[in-house]
């Protein structure tokens, strides 16, 4: 989700074969296409009113890294490439064709012609420049963009539709991150506000629809965009989009956004949860969900922290977890317990599950190895502190909360004595940066695994503060590999490192499941598991 609860993430003669090979996702349950299941011919007008439940505060496409509100300010702004869902490879949006140097260090793209943001200005390979010139000054929340173009060494204008993007070394996930909404291409007059006047008034992006009105916690309405005519080369319809206008609202409750749903007041609600699911289905509504890839849902442990620089305690955490009951109790049917740090649906995944069962005695012996014994309160304690730990959490999602209150009851029954504590979703980039945590619980989603190097090397964010090891050179290498095949190694042993030193603990893959009226149609998983609602219909 961060999608850090949500935040963080990061495909070239080589180009398709790693695109493909690297790329491939699967979708988990139904999804995608006619969300409806009727008939009839796709029809323009009409209020889309999209239940979400929570906002992170900011309408920035490049600041943005929590799911619901990506759902939103995706739709204002287009990138230079597309993703397929189905097969991963990359195909054309705003850039008609590109170029890829063997090393791939260099990335040329052709722009096509005719594109205008909606304050009238010209998509030209200055603005792209201008955008990517500026993404790395966007500090703490733009970690996501600013990870993606890591490395680079210039953006070059070569003429007025070509721009040539070079970095300092091979950069294998570029391609991919052009993507995504964090790349998104703003007008140069967006390009020259800061970070916090693009975060509270929004942006001018050339995408399907722009933002009208955002009351922060409230709601964020955006209107069809007149004269579009340049959307990805996925999309089935050309020219403007069929809706009016896209009405997002926040309603924290999920039982609320259920009812809301039911009695048609919205027409599509946002993380719908097991206690939900058995009054959507059937009726008016289909559920539609999907495996999100990237990070999974877990806890961000600071090994900075005296308790964590001990391998043992960490690695007791990640035993005395029970994944399987927290996936079947808490959240949506289909959900999958953690079986690495990167969800099935990731490029490279590796199988670890051996490396993350519940074993409650291995998890016991691991702490009485690292010194903690047990007190009469049954919670553990060394050198008269308490074995203790506060998780910081963030209202993004609802199954947050009751996964944690698990978690909690089970490392209570190792003797851990843990505290959880929520705060703001828009105090999770901070928190993160500034290292003010023992634990946090997120997840960041991306289709590409440098999302590893984005969110563990310890050269960029090194969000979980990690020691320098050889996890850096793995990172490293990774993306600085053409060969499919090699990356594909280098991947699997980051991930093998992550999850043997337990620098992370990772419990469950992230289902995205949305409640979806069967009025409404085509309302489509883009490659993130994230929303293009340029094809939506109703009728």
Excluded at 337 to 364: I, Q, R
């Amino acid at each position: 989700m961060i999608a850090l609860p949500h935040v963080r993430t990061s495909r070239w003669a080589a180009l398709t074969a790693v695109v493909t090979t690297s790329a491939l996702l699967t979708a988990c349950g139904s999804g995608g296409g006619d969300a409806g299941g009727g008939t009839g011919q796709p029809r323009s007008g009409g209020t889309l009113t999209f239940a979400v439940g929570s906002d992170s505060g900011c309408v920035d496409p490049q600041q943005v890294a929590s799911n619901e509100t990506i759902y939103s300010v995706r739709q204002i702004v287009d990138s230079l490439t597309d993703q397929d869902p189905k097969t991963g490879k990359i195909v054309p949006w705003l850039a008609k064709s590109w170029d890829v140097s063997p090393d791939a260090t260099t990335f040329t793209f052709h722009l096509r012609s005719g594109v205008t943001f909606s304050d009238g200005s010209k998509l030209t390979a200055q603005v792209v420049k201008d955008n990517f010139d500026a993404v790395p000054k966007l500090g703490a929340l733009g970690t996501l963009a600013e990870g993606y173009l890591s490395g680079v060494k210039s953006t070059t204008v070569v003429d007025p539709l070509t721009v040539k993007v070079t970095f300092s070394q091979p950069n294998a996930q570029f391609l991919q991150a052009t993507s995504t909404h964090s790349l998104g291409i703003e007008s140069s007059a967006s390009v020259k506000k800061t970070p916090q006047q693009k975060c509270s008034d929004g942006v001018t992006g050339s995408g399907p629809f722009v933002l009208k009105q955002y009351v922060q916690n409230q709601s964020l309405t955006l209107a069809r965009r007149t004269g579009y005519a340049w959307g990805s080369s996925l999309w089935s319809k050309k020219g403007e989009a069929y809706l009016d206008k896209l009405v997002f609202k926040v309603v924290p409750e999920a039982g609320v956004r259920a009812g809301s749903l039911q009695s048609g007041q919205v027409d599509a609600v946002a993380s719908v949860g097991k206690a939900n699911e058995a009054a959507l289905k059937g009726g008016q509504v289909t559920l539609q969900r999907r495996a999100n890839p990237g990070v999974v849902f877990g806890l961000g442990l600071n090994n900075s922290r005296p308790l964590f620089k001990d391998a043992k305690v960490r690695q007791a955490i990640l035993h005395a977890i029970d994944r399987q009951q927290i996936a079947d109790t808490v959240f949506p049917t289909g959900t999958r317990p953690a079986t690495s740090v990167l969800a099935h649906t990731t490029p490279d995944y590796t199988d670890l599950a051996s490396g993350l069962t519940f074993d409650a005695s291995k998890a016991k012996s691991l702490l009485d190895a690292a010194g903690w014994k047990t007190g009469s309160d049954g919670i553990r304690a060394k050198g008269g502190q308490k074995l203790s730990l506060t998780i910081k959490w963030f209202p993004n999602a609802a199954t947050n909360q009751p996964a944690l209150e698990l978690v909690q009851q089970q490392l209570k029954a190792v003797g851990v004595d843990v505290a959880l504590k929520q705060l703001q979703v828009t105090q999770f980039a901070p928190t993160l940066q500034s290292g003010d945590y023992d634990a946090v619980w997120g997840n960041v989603t991306r289709a590409d695994p440098d999302i590893l190097r984005s969110s563990f090397s310890t050269e960029l964010a090194n969000f979980y503060h990690l020691p320098p090891s050889s996890l850096d050179t793995a990172l490293s290498e990774q993306a600085a590999t053409v060969d499919p095949a090699k990356r594909r190694q280098l991947v699997g042993e980051a991930q093998q490192l992550i999850v043997q030193n337990a620098y992370y603990a990772p419990v469950v893959e992230l289902q995205t499941q949305l409640g979806v009226s069967k009025k409404v149609h085509d309302l489509d998983f883009d490659a993130s598991s994230r929303l293009q609602l340029h094809d939506t219909w109703i009728g």
